[in-house]
């Protein structure tokens, strides 16, 4: 199992200075009205886009381990950029985040054409970015007769070194933006090691500290010697328990995650067992911890003496302004490799870097700016993200791959499907559609970095008495639609013995599962 890093770093030019010194200005120009933000890079526009990664994460994985040329496996990209129907949800998207995205000429040309919010069903055509994906198709096939691997290469340098390069860095260079094609020259994904935690005989594999991924091994080995199946799916003990678990791997995930090419990150203390077994004597039976407690791994010390307590605090950010959207997808092939990714960081509303068609991303958003976090800011540096793609092997063979969008509620649902799966004997699509809750106990990877102690959504199919149970611990419940959370997982389980995959879909966003 390995990982292709396809997260791109901050410019050179962001440093923490830079907002800290912006964040000033600004909140003198507003004196104390609303909307002044304290050291909080912006969500959106030009400021918050990192090296657009995702071309050199999937060169990467052809290269090493594909068959196909990127020709191939672009052409539906092509197709699609070239022009399909719009569905709805992009259709509310674009109509909500209008007034956003309306500030940059190119972002506005391209997703209201005529001025307009697209029609559902209307054919949504981006013509520049199929024009730029063609010309990386044609540096590819130009170097073609050197062999496969030269023909990669070359499309790779035409997009990160060439033509591309170029206009996005002059486009962001003049329009207020900090990415320079320099920065793009610099960037190249990387193939790294994967973190793997235990799991009663399964193998979690997640990607690194400089994701969020470790957190759900953390909150698998919290949870490993409680009776799960005794305790009843989504009984008010199983719900209080995995909750709790989850606030205290995210308040070390909040304390010590960050790109480890820039700090230190306690990483087997962290993922061990012994570290697990200290921590978990926090873990009340009847009351809802209020407390961000992160704990001591270097020490074996269940709660760090220093840690500061979050208070929370209400968001400045418009609604309009919020990120999304993120995708996932998982695979398994006839040959046995299995493949999960959680592709996203070009969400709406999102600036569009001039006639390349290229939608810039936004996930340096999810930085701190506070000089004592492992997350803080800093050229050429990775901000920590949520995206948290997984592989479960189960006797060395593979068994499971899922991941999800829903920002910080990725590991929470992956959290529930497996062990719907695991623990409980669901099939994939039962594990899926399950009522599912999620805590947002932590520093929130977006916006203002919001903290909201005690908070508790869980969706309304969840049995009343359940919910009135969890309010008597003293969690603050937000009762949600039926289909309510925001998260939507794709997973297969894969049979060994017989060779079958079977697959889910969560029906509450527009998730496939398909076979051929």
Not at 3 to 26: D, H, L, Q, S, Y
Not at 193 to 210: H, L, T
Not at 230 to 247: F, Q, R
Not at 311 to 324: D, Q
Request: charged share 20%.
């Amino acid at each position: 199992v390995v990982v292709v890093e396809g997260m791109g770093p901050a410019p050179m030019k962001a440093t923490r200075e830079f907002f800290i010194n912006r964040t000033n200005t600004e909140t003198s120009q507003m004196g104390t009205m609303a909307g002044a933000k304290s050291g909080v890079i912006p969500s959106t526009g030009p400021l918050p886009a990192t090296v657009p990664a995702v071309l050199d994460a999937c060169v990467t994985a052809l290269d090493q381990f594909g068959t196909k040329s990127l020709a191939e496996v672009m052409q539906p990209a092509i197709e699609l950029a070239d022009g399909f129907p719009i569905d709805e949800l992009r259709v509310q998207y674009i109509k909500t985040r209008g007034q956003v995205f309306s500030q940059w000429a190119d972002a506005k040309r391209i997703f209201m054409p005529g001025g307009r919010v697209p029609q559902v069903g209307q054919i949504f055509v981006q013509a520049d970015l199929a024009r730029t994906l063609r010309s990386i198709v044609a540096a590819e096939k130009g170097a073609a007769r050197k062999g496969r691997h030269a023909g990669l290469m070359a499309a790779r340098d035409y997009f990160y070194r060439g033509p591309v390069a170029q206009r996005i860095g002059a486009y962001m260079q003049s329009n207020g933006g900090l990415l320079s094609a320099d920065d793009m020259a610099r960037f190249k994904a990387g193939v790294g090691v994967p973190v793997v935690g235990d799991y009663r005989g399964y193998q979690v594999y997640k990607a690194g500290f400089w994701t969020a991924g470790p957190a759900m091994v953390q909150t698998l080995n919290l949870l490993e010697p409680f009776d799960l199946k005794a305790l009843g799916h989504n009984s008010p003990d199983y719900v209080h328990t995995v909750i709790e678990a989850l606030k205290l791997a995210l308040a070390d995930r909040d304390r010590y995650y960050g790109d480890p090419n820039f700090v230190k990150v306690p990483a087997a203390e962290l993922l061990s067992k012994n570290y697990a077994n200290v921590r978990r004597s926090l873990i009340e039976k009847e009351r809802a911890s209020l407390a961000q407690q992160p704990g001591d791994p270097l020490k074996m010390k269940p709660i760090l003496a220093s840690a500061a307590i979050s208070t929370g605090r209400a968001s400045t950010v418009p609604s309009h302004e919020r990120a999304n959207d993120t995708t996932c997808v998982n695979v398994i092939d006839k040959n046995g490799n299995v493949f999960s990714a959680t592709p996203s960081g070009a969400w709406l509303p999102a600036v569009v870097a001039g006639d390349t068609g290229v939608l810039m991303g936004q996930r340096l958003q999810s930085a701190l700016t506070d000089e004592n976090s492992p997350n803080v800011v800093a050229p050429g540096k990775r901000p920590r993200i949520t995206l948290t793609p997984t592989v479960v092997l189960k006797n060395g063979e593979p068994f499971m791959v899922l991941s999800t969008p829903g920002g910080d509620n990725q590991d929470q649902a992956l959290l529930q499907v497996l062990l719907n799966i695991i623990e409980f004997g669901m099939n994939p699509q039962e594990a899926v559609e399950a009522p599912r809750f999620d805590t947002q106990h932590y520093i929130s990877s977006f916006d203002d970095h919001e903290f909201l102690a005690g908070t508790l959504n869980i969706e309304s199919r969840v049995d009343e008495k359940t919910i009135a149970d969890l309010k008597a611990r003293g969690h603050k419940v937000k009762v949600q639609a039926p289909f309510g959370t925001l998260s939507a997982p794709t997973v297969i389980v894969f049979d060994p013995s017989t060779g079958v995959s079977s697959a889910g879909a969560d029906p509450r966003r527009g998730r496939y599962a398909v076979a051929w």
